[in-house]
């Protein structure tokens, strides 16, 4: 499909720049195919879903992934941005480099400064550039592995925030907390699951009490979820794979809650691509531990996935692309459109909406 079939108006105005506070005080458009538009707020999201019905939240933790460092070749040096991506071993990482053209295979980038304590060993970390690829895409080799490689990330990174609030503001203290699921336990993401933010022990309190089950898979967002699609024919486009994992005994609650008639709602994209990757043909969820690079686009047969409950996404982006696919291209112009009329705030900190997944000639039930 064109890429330009994707792409839609916002206004600079409509970017979030701080989530709402408390977080499920942010409101949320319902968008049921065939059903006017329903302006909500994420704290009716118990009154919107059934008894029965079972969440899936996205564990990822974001790590401190951005690294400022310097190239080191014989007698010159370079400073280069590092943003660690996709983690290939115990002592690798992929990443974006800026400016990549600095950088040749075999260079020494230091990161931190050194110093003559072994306590304080970790103030500086080195890696080389074992290879490079297209579009910065370069593979570091690290001098800490392990445990002791996190630690140093910890201390020398930066919290990635996406480029449209970093390129407006400065990364501060109350990003750690406010850039963070409050379920967040598995370390490897440089990106939030978003549609995750929203949540409160409260809005959870609420849920169980509603009779909503929730489950937890892990898929660590990589920097390629910022990377605008360059072709001009999603046929052309190429996604950067992402680690995930999704149990057995996950797996199998989730076939049980569909056997029993119960819906599954993925919380936010990354849930369900994950989902859908781990899903057969015949809808069943498999076990699954591995990359996946999944690209969801108008014509693609959902299998696992029922709801999604997601943020409002980059014009011409693959996030969009999906959502389009789930409820229909027409449908989300006109959700979005409606988003922008209505005042909603877009992007990473910003509103939510909620697809009821759009059906050949069938309209979506009321709770």
């Known amino acids: 499909m064109r890429v330009d079939l994707f792409d839609f108006h916002l206004p600079e105005d409509r ?22 538009f329903e302006d909500r707020t994420v704290r009716d999201l118990p009154d919107l879903l059934r008894p029965g019905d079972a969440l899936v939240l996205n564990d990822t933790k974001v790590i401190p992934s951005r690294l400022y460092g310097l190239r080191v070749r014989e007698e010159t040096a370079a400073r280069v941005e590092i943003m660690l991506h996709k983690r290939e071993g115990g002592d690798r990482w992929r990443a974006f480099a800026r400016p990549a053209k600095k950088l040749n295979v075999g260079d020494r980038i230091r990161f931190g400064e050194p110093s003559e304590s072994t306590a304080c060993e970790l103030v500086r970390l080195d890696a080389e550039v074992e290879a490079k690829g297209e579009g910065g895409d370069v593979t570091l080799r690290f001098s800490f592995a392990g445990p002791f490689l996190d630690e140093a990330i910890a201390r020398l990174g930066e919290l990635p925030l996406p480029p449209y609030i970093a390129g407006k503001r400065a990364t501060d203290e109350k990003d750690r907390t406010d850039y963070q699921t409050v379920y967040a336990r598995d370390e490897g993401a440089v990106a939030a699951p978003t549609a995750g933010l929203h949540f409160t022990d409260d809005l959870f309190r609420r849920l169980d009490e509603r009779g909503i089950a929730r489950h937890f898979v892990t898929l660590h967002v990589g920097a390629g979820t910022f990377l605008p699609v360059k072709a001009e024919d999603t046929a052309e486009h190429r996604m950067h794979a992402e680690w995930g994992s999704v149990a057995a005994a996950t797996a199998q609650a989730l076939n049980e809650v569909r056997a029993r008639g119960g819906r599954i709602v993925a919380v936010g994209t990354t849930s369900l691509r994950l989902l859908e990757s781990a899903a057969r043909e015949d809808g069943r969820i498999e076990p699954f531990s591995g990359d996946t690079d999944i690209f969801i686009t108008p014509g693609y047969r959902f299998r696992a996935v029922d709801v999604l409950m997601t943020n409002f996404h980059l014009p011409r982006s693959t996030l969009f692309m999906l959502v389009s696919a789930f409820s229909g291209l027409d449908t989300m112009r006109a959700a979005y459109a409606h988003a922008v009329e209505a005042g909603y705030r877009f992007y990473s900190y910003g509103d939510a909406s909620l697809l009821f997944r759009a059906g050949p000639g069938t309209v979506p039930d009321n709770p």
């Open 15 to 36: 970017i979030a720049l701080r989530p709402a506070e408390p977080r499920d005080s942010a409101r949320m458009l319902v968008v049921r195919p065939g059903l006017p």
